[in-house]
Nanobody, 128 residues
Framework: QVQLVESGGGLVQAGGSLRLSCAAS????????MGWFRQGPGNEREFVAA????????YYANSVKGRFTISRDNAKNTVFLQMNSLKPEDTAVYYC?????????????????????WGQGTQVTVSS
């Protein structure tokens, strides 16, 4: 089992920045992929970014490409999401996810159903 705890959410004005953190514990050595997803009011959970924990290869949704950066610190079992140039439409609960299964290609990383472990979420609110 793997446990995930997110932190770093909050209220920020449009154009501002936030950095989310996701600390993993438990059988962290089994993790292959880690990702960030978000869910706004009345919306389905959607992919934001993901990273291959071993190679560091990253994947981004088009809506955040160039503004958000995902990174990892394997020594601390932590994944980060640096969010810059935030927009009101980025407002959502952000969830960290992890999975032990190998995968290839963007579609495998962006799928909600391909992640076994989820955090409790952290709220990000961007005011206009």
């Amino acid at each position: 089992q793997v446990q995930l705890v997110e932190s770093g959410g909050g209220l920020v004005q449009a154009g501002g920045s936030l950095r989310l953190s996701c600390a993993a514990s438990g059988r962290t050595f089994t993790i292959y992929a880690m990702g960030w997803f978000r869910q706004g009011p009345g919306n389905e959970r959607e992919f934001v970014a993901a990273i291959n924990r071993n190679t560091g290869t990253t994947y981004y949704a088009n809506s955040v490409k160039g503004r958000f950066t995902i990174s990892r610190d394997n020594a601390k079992n932590t994944v980060f999401l640096q969010m810059n140039s935030l927009k009101p439409e980025d407002t959502a609960v952000y969830y960290c996810a992890a999975d032990p299964n190998p995968r290839v290609g963007y579609s495998a990383y962006e799928s909600v159903g391909r992640y076994d472990y989820w955090g409790q979420g952290t709220q990000v609110t961007v005011s206009s």
